[in-house]
């Protein structure tokens, strides 16, 4: 049996999977400001509608998915398409486990690829941790080279509790005055992508 995670584009027919990872972030934590978990079908359109453009990604062991990740439009006007938002969540026994790093690295390069060259993160950020949200986002996303841009105060009410919001950001390429034209994830041809390193 082959037991190293690999790192695929995610397909519609993994949203059930998918969204059981994702369930109790919703349901138990602040981590994720939602605060009803998304029908199966809306999850589908929403991992359909991310690869329209950006890369949504999961890390995959013996055919179970152990996280995923995906980029979306940072804020959707043409001027911000070299910026993207960066998502990403695993499951509950699988943290601290060099996921993160991982699916995180293979974004990184796909986003080069598309000639995309500010990573930012949306983190909830608790004043005080408690049991429902704690910084260890904000951490991960710090030792992986992104900085604090910005904190929005007592911005999400979930469980009672008011919590704060940050933005961090990472640049990942050069800012010229003739940029590139961002490049839709599915132009990108195959190589690029094993390059990057997906699987097939």
Not at 4 to 22: F, G, H, P, S, T
Not at 88 to 109: D, W
Not at 115 to 130: Q, R, V
Request: charged share 30%; net charge neutral.
């Amino acid at each position: 049996m082959d037991d190293q995670v690999k790192i695929r584009v995610a397909a519609v027919e993994d949203a059930e999977k998918i969204l059981e990872v994702y369930r109790p972030y919703v349901e138990k934590t602040a981590i994720s400001f939602e605060y009803c978990v998304p029908s199966l079908e809306e999850f589908r359109d929403r991992i359909k509608n991310t690869l329209k453009k950006y890369p949504y990604l999961v890390a995959e062991q013996n055919g179970d998915i152990l996280g995923y990740a995906y980029t979306s439009a940072f804020v959707g006007r043409a001027a911000y398409d070299w910026s993207a938002e960066m998502t990403i969540y695993l499951k509950e026994n699988k943290r601290k486990m060099g996921l993160g790093k991982k699916l995180y690295h293979v974004m990184e390069e796909i986003s080069k690829a598309q000639n995309i060259t500010n990573l930012n993160a949306c983190i909830g950020y608790p004043e005080k941790e408690d049991e429902y949200l704690t910084k260890n986002s904000a951490q991960f996303h710090g030792h992986l080279g992104y900085r604090m841009v910005g904190e929005f105060y007592k911005c999400g009410y979930k469980f009672n509790r008011w919590y704060n919001m940050v933005w961090m950001e990472k640049i990942i390429g050069a800012h010229t005055p003739n940029q590139a034209p961002l490049i839709k994830f599915p132009d990108l041809e195959k190589d690029v992508l094993q390059k990057a390193g997906i699987d097939f």
